[in-house]
């Protein structure tokens, strides 16, 4: 069946180091891909996308990786600050339907 | 602040009973999706509105019901209530042709 999961259900990163947060997706005709991130009490808010067409992604801070070939996708964090303490989804566009990865909560060590 | 509102914030329930979510969507958006997220499930879409149509389904259980109103404001329903609708339901809201969605702050359903 199709699914779009993560790897670990939580990571601990130190502040100021890198953080991977990893994917795998299980449906090799999806074409988009998105990372959201969600903060306690809060709604997720997109962080960064990806097209199938794309092997690496850049944005403020996250850089999002895109192998099709075992169909895994990763969010890079660079610096991470305290601020990035959230779950993290990866997500598969399908169509008009958006389906969630169950996330990775990143906890960030002083 | 996403710009996508909803209400109320929290709701709490007996079982066997209905209630009903609001959300608006931003200013300008066409689109409003429904998802239900739940501790060992994570995020669930359960249904979108297009401009007052059904546009797509997904996991929506037939006790749960949705519409959308001339000025863009959808409603779910959520009927016969059990404890497993415990959850946090969220509404997001894009324009058209936009993968992204902007999701407001969650309205948490407790049925008890």
């Known amino acids: 069946g199709e699914s779009v999961g993560l790897h670990l259900p939580t990571l601990s990163v130190q502040e100021g180091d890198n953080s991977i947060i990893n994917c795998a997706y299980s449906?090799?005709?999806?074409?988009?891909f998105i990372w959201y991130k969600q903060e306690s009490g809060k709604g997720p808010q997109f962080i960064i996308d990806?097209?199938?067409?794309?092997d690496k992604r850049q944005g403020q801070r996250v850089t999002v990786l895109l192998n099709k070939t075992v169909k895994h996708l990763s969010l890079q964090i660079a610096a991470t600050q305290p601020g990035d303490s959230a779950v993290y989804f990866c997500?598969?566009?399908?169509?008009?339907?958006?389906?969630f990865g169950k996330g990775t909560r990143l906890h960030i060590l002083p | 602040d996403s710009g996508v509102t909803q209400t109320p914030k929290h709701l709490i329930t007996a079982t066997g009973q209905r209630v009903t979510l609001r959300c608006s969507p931003r200013s300008g958006d066409l689109s409003v999706y429904w998802y239900q997220q739940s501790l060992d499930q994570g995020l669930q879409f359960l249904i979108q509105y297009y401009n007052g149509e059904e546009r797509a389904k997904g996991n929506i259980l037939e006790r749960f019901s949705a519409q959308q109103f001339p000025d863009l404001h959808s409603e779910l329903n959520l009927s016969s209530l059990e404890l497993g609708d415990s959850a946090l339901y969220f509404c997001a809201s894009n324009r058209q042709g936009a993968y992204e969605q902007y999701f407001g702050p969650g309205t948490r359903l407790t049925v008890t």
């Open positions: 997500a598969e566009n399908k169509g008009d339907k958006i389906i």
């Open positions: 990806i097209r199938s067409n794309m």
């Open positions: 449906n090799s005709a999806s074409d988009y």
